[in-house]
């Protein structure tokens, strides 16, 4: 099992979430966070002054998926959360080794 | 070492932690989330209209622990989590390289 | 490529951040959590009565880096983190098989 998680911009979680149920992804978890890249955030005019705003809000999108729909997941959220301007965020990868469904107990693929 | 991530209700939290404290689990992290499974969150009656609720509030629980209890700290979460209902949860479990306790510098086992 | 996931003291973050930098670390995303270690939570008297204050305020930070400059990251962290009292926090370390940067598509160690 593969766990994507995403950073991205906040007002994309919408495209995304319809992006992955097209793809028949069924569940994702959702957090608030900050952060910044290689920008290191950036310089902000405000009432005539200059501020550097180094974190930026950001969601984190957690999906925890089949190695064999892991590609086609990273791909509907690539396409998207893409803008085409700097921030639009990254996705990391990484195994999961068991899944569990609480209510059922099922575990393994058929608890994704 | 492994990770457990357990996404729960959030009025479920008390009772798992209570469940983790009983099994001997000493440290975990709490963070707010969002999200949905297999039902795509739920319709909800709200003024005689109906809403589709597709994000419902959950808390995410992390914990670290060794090798050896992590599959007691997964029952203790389970049974105190379980409600029998919908969106009870989803537990996932992966490996963590290395543990440091930033205080006194342990690291691995001495350090979780 | 390796994940730091870093639980630290929230006022901490500004000194984190700054440490991170030095070493040349360029993105990094934080959320904010609550947890309790070894210590779970602490006694605080409020108007004259005694609270156990089990879960405190903690910030986690996530960054993904190249194996080659992970313990250069921790090293900062623990040293910017690090006030010599209980609840410093805690340091995890993981792999992550791919890192996708969305705005241009790279992947691996060029879209870190
Ligand atoms: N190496 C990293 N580790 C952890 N989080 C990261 C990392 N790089 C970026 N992020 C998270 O992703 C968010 C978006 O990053 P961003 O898209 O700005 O990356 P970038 O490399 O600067 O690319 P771009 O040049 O397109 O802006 C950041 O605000 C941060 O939360
Ligand atoms: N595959 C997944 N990846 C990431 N998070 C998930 C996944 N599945 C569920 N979650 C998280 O767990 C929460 C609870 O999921 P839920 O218990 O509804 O799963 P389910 O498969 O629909 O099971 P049930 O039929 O018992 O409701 C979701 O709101 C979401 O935050
Ligand atoms: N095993 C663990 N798994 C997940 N999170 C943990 C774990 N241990 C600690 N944490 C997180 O790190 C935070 C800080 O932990 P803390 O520094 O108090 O650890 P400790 O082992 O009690 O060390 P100290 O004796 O220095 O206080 C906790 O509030 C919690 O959020
Ligand atoms: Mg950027
Ligand atoms: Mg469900
Ligand atoms: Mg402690």
Same mark, same amino acid.
Request: proline residues 2%.
């Given at each position: 099992?593969?766990? &994507?998680?995403?950073? &991205?911009?906040? $007002?994309?979680?919408?495209?995304?979430?319809? +992006?992955?149920?097209?793809? @028949?992804?069924? /569940?994702? =978890?959702?957090?608030?966070?900050?952060? $910044?890249?290689?920008?290191? @955030?950036?310089?902000?005019?405000?009432?005539? +002054?200059?501020?550097?705003?180094? $974190?930026?809000?950001?969601?984190? &999108?957690?999906?925890?998926?089949?190695?064999?729909?892991?590609?086609?997941?990273?791909? #509907? *959220?690539?396409? #998207? #959360?893409? =803008? @085409?301007?700097?921030?639009?965020?990254? %996705? $990391? *990868?990484?195994? %999961?080794?068991?899944?569990?469904? *609480?209510?059922? /107990?099922?575990?393994? #693929?058929?608890?994704?």
């Amino acid at each position: 099992m593969k766990k &994507i998680e995403a950073v &991205i911009k906040p $007002f994309k979680l919408d495209e995304v979430k319809e +992006a992955l149920h097209e793809v @028949g992804l069924q /569940g994702i =978890t959702v957090v608030e966070a900050k952060g $910044f890249g290689r920008q290191k @955030g950036h310089t902000e005019l405000y009432r005539g +002054a200059e501020y550097v705003v180094d $974190f930026l809000p950001k969601v984190k &999108i957690e999906l925890v998926c089949e190695d064999s729909v892991a590609e086609r997941a990273v791909e #509907a *959220i690539m396409n #998207a #959360a893409r =803008t @085409g301007r700097i921030g639009d965020g990254k %996705i $990391f *990868i990484s195994t %999961i080794e068991e899944v569990i469904r *609480i209510r059922t /107990g099922e575990r393994g #693929a058929d608890a994704v």
